[in-house]
């Protein structure tokens, strides 16, 4: 059985790269993963972009239908500790993207993020207002995704991809056991123990 904190990490393999991977991309031939060292294999960076892509996909549908609140679940808050916690996923998946994001970049890396995909700027207007050269700034935006991509995969506990575990409120961890104490085992019956009779 995996330790507790594996069963918390994303495991990458072929099987989970593939689905993502970009079939012409010229690093891992569509399989997802490349090798790097001998034996040692890494997820390509086609897999992260499209990672993140799917994840700001989400988050646009979200800020989109902000007008509109979403329902209210309830969840268990943490596995086997019996708790629930009432929660509106879309608006926390909105707070996530925009502090995961805001923690794993750097400043001049979040000016860029902020710009082109949270106030939806151009690439003309991302390059006059940041003073960045417009094939410098795809070669900025590509290395971002790719940061966030892994990121949005890693984040532990709970990552913000897949995204149906996010909203579907997967718990990961394996529950402890013993939550209840046991009770005591019962000695076995005398067999020559007379039982009395019930009354009326």
């Not at 989970?16 to 040692?40: D, E, Y």
């Not at 897999?47 to 268990?76: K, Q």
């Amino acid at each position: 059985m995996p330790h507790q904190e594996d069963n918390k990490k994303m495991q990458w393999s072929r099987s989970t790269a593939i689905g993502l991977a970009k079939t012409i991309c010229t690093s891992c031939h569509g399989h997802g993963m490349r090798q790097v060292r001998k034996n040692t294999e890494v997820p390509c960076n086609c897999v992260f972009r499209a990672i993140f892509r799917a994840c700001y996909s989400r988050f646009r549908e979200c800020v989109a239908n902000g007008s509109h609140p979403s329902t209210v679940s309830l969840e268990f808050c943490a596995a086997g500790e019996g708790r629930r916690v009432y929660s509106r996923k879309r608006e926390e998946f909105v707070a996530d993207f925009c502090l995961v994001s805001q923690r794993l970049l750097d400043e001049s890396e979040y000016r860029i993020f902020r710009y082109y995909y949270l106030l939806g700027a151009d690439s003309h207007l991302c390059c006059r207002q940041l003073q960045v050269p417009r094939g410098n700034l795809f070669h900025h935006l590509y290395r971002i995704q790719e940061k966030l991509g892994r990121g949005f995969a890693e984040l532990e506990p709970y990552a913000l991809f897949p995204l149906d575990e996010y909203f579907g409120g997967t718990i990961l961890r394996e529950p402890p056991r013993g939550i209840f104490p046991a009770r005591k085992p019962m000695a076995p019956r005398d067999p020559q123990e007379r039982l009395l009779p019930l009354s009326a």
